[in-house]
């Protein structure tokens, strides 16, 4: 509906976009002209340049403190392919993966795709939207395959700590089952909080984990499509059949750029996340300071979770409000602002907002927000 208010020449303002709102920067863009003209158009090994494998190790040993080969990679058309071949590897039909949630809603239907039966297990808010061990232990049955972990999370924004990781690995490993660890936004952390990858954790825990990465959100890089996994060497080498078999590896060109975007200075990543710490500090300040709404203070990626509950069983615009659904489709209607209803990602009773948009558009935005709810 968004995009039909838009199409229309409506003045809508969005913030239901998943990627940055920069443009990919220069030297990476230079890097995939570049591959074009030096003729490098031809196929690459189905799992990815070795060069690019080389580059990821070299990202993981410094962003994420752990050491792979570049036999333990695999490279996919993005962070998402990677899931999908991850979870098609280990799953047989009838296999539970357990998804702690709330949780990018992929998840559950790239886990259906693959035969197994999706099990989520939801943090509230109290818990800061972070499932506990105890939680997760309680969900695992003989049965269980895989633990679905995100962090930092979309859509909650939360970073599982070095302590809560620990004790999900410890769960993981007396357990007896895989975990795919989807790292994408490790670089978007604010405060100078620390990143925990979880395959950092131990050679048990490594040996049992699928590291999901990419240059997608770090590198404002959506459209390029490439992204990494890492895994033990007989894990990686199946992910790389399945590639060889279906879609064999991403662009050539893009697999180029990529390259630079590992390898290259890493401060333009910097100034993304300094800009979307702005955005963070900006979009929460002012939205608690609105009646009736409220929203925890994330520490990674680019969302804010925006409680919405005081509004259910109520009337607005004459109209009932049952759920988040209901509220997010009468604020685009009535207001004009396009939001992510939290339903669907096992949160009810949230509005997911991306800051991954201008300043301008964010005040913009909360304006609405405030006259939606006064002339309710
Ligand atoms: C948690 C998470 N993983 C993966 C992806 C997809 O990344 P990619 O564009 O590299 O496929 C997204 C995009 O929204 C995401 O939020």
Known sequence: M?????????????FGAGEPD???????????????????????PASGLPSLKEAACLRLKLDCGVEYTPDQIVVASGAKHNVYIAL??????????????????????MVQQAGAVPVIVAATE??????SAAQLEAAITENTKVVMLNSPSNPTGMVYSREELQAIADVCVRRNVYVIADEIYCNLIYDDLEFVSFASLGEDVKERTIL???????YAMTGWRVGYAAANKQIAKVMGNYLSHSTSAPSTVSQYAAIEALTGTQEDIDAMRLEFQER???????????????????????YVMMNMESFIGKEMYGQMIHDD????????EKGKVATVPCSSFAAPGYIRWSYATSMREIDKGLDRLEQFIKNA
């Open 2 to 14: 968004y995009k039909q208010m838009k199409a229309r020449g409506e003045d809508v303002v969005g």
């Open 280 to 302: 963070r500090d900006h979009l929460v300040e002012r939205m608690n300071r609105i009646e009736g709404v409220s929203c925890l203070r994330p520490q990674g990626a680019f």
């Open 325 to 332: 659904v209901d509220f997010a489709k009468l604020f685009l």
């Open 22 to 44: 920069f443009p990919t920067p220069e030297r990476i863009k230079a890097a995939g002209i570049a591959a074009i003209m030096g003729d490098h158009t031809r196929y690459t």
């Open 126 to 131: 109290a818990q800061q939207f972070k499932v």
């Open 212 to 218: 999901i990465n990419g240059v997608s959100k770090s």
């Open 88 to 109: 098609m590897t280990l799953c047989n039909p009838g296999d539970e993966v357990v998804i702690l949630a709330p949780y990018w809603v992929s998840y559950s239907e």
